[in-house]
T-cell receptor, first 114, second 112 residues
Framework: DVKVTQSSRYLVKRTGEKVFLECVQD?????MFWYRQDPGLGLRLIYF???????EKGDIPEGYSVSREKKERFSLILESASTNQTSMYLC?????????????FGPGTRLTVT | RKEVEQDPGPFNVPEGATVAFNCTYS??????FFWYRQDCRKEPKLLMS???SGNEDGRFTAQLNRASQYISLLIRDSKLSDSATYLC?????????????FGTGTRLQVTL
């Protein structure tokens, strides 16, 4: 089974803190994604990566950055957390070509910024 | 018009009922469509794909209406375990590209 793991299920941080969310997948997938999910807004893409050291902005990249130093690991960084970044963060991965629409999601990290 | 629009529901149906939800999309060039299922407090998982006229998998049928730009998901003989949020998903660019646009979901509650 494909497994996508995220470093924390729940996280509480203070405004202005630097926050790291880690995601690891074990299926050698080329693509990795970070989404946030908010009620009424659905899943919105923050950043994605097609390869190691490669990143592209999604729909809402402001206030976030990412790092992909190894194929299996994709990190989301909140440089200076703000209360409007309180959300559920979901990481996903998929193959490059075959069935690349099938994204496998991690369990999510519920981040609260106070 | 939003890229992908869904009725949020909830759809409350008794066990054994047939229920259907629609999803409209704005990009007429889209070729493929997907339904993901998300259980409460869980991650989304792929349920079905729709490429041309439709797709059937057991009690689930997904259909595509290109002229009106909507896809539908029909669930027959609903089970309690079908209770979940169903997300309509359309790839950006119209093909099977990796970037996906997710609808906000339709919540289904199946009751005894």
């Amino acid at each position: 089974d494909v497994k996508v793991t995220q470093s924390s299920r729940y996280l509480v941080k203070r405004t202005g803190e630097k926050v790291f969310l880690e995601c690891v997948q074990d299926m050698d997938h080329e693509n990795m994604f970070w989404y946030r999910q908010d009620p009424g807004l659905g899943l919105r893409l923050i950043y994605f990566s097609y390869d190691v050291k490669m990143k592209e902005k999604g729909d809402i990249p402001e206030g976030y950055s990412v790092s992909r130093e190894k194929k299996e690991r994709f990190s989301l960084i909140l440089e200076s957390a703000s209360t409007n970044q309180t959300s559920m963060y979901l990481c996903a991965s998929s193959f490059w070509a075959v069935k690349n629409y099938e994204q496998y999601f991690g369990p999510g990290t519920r981040l609260t910024v106070t | 018009r939003k890229e992908v629009e869904q009725d949020p529901g909830p759809f409350n149906v008794p066990e054994g009922a047939t229920v259907a939800f629609n999803c409209t999309y704005s990009n007429s060039a889209s070729q493929s469509f997907f339904w993901y299922r998300q259980d409460c407090r869980k991650e989304p998982k792929l349920l079905m794909s729709v490429y041309s006229s439709g797709n059937e998998d057991g009690r689930f049928t997904a259909q595509l209406n290109r002229a009106s730009q909507y896809i539908s998901l029909l669930i027959r003989d609903s089970k309690l375990s079908d209770s979940a949020t169903y997300l309509c998903v359309v790839p950006l660019g119209g093909g099977t590209a990796s970037k996906l646009t997710f609808g906000t979901g339709t919540r289904l509650q199946v009751t005894l």
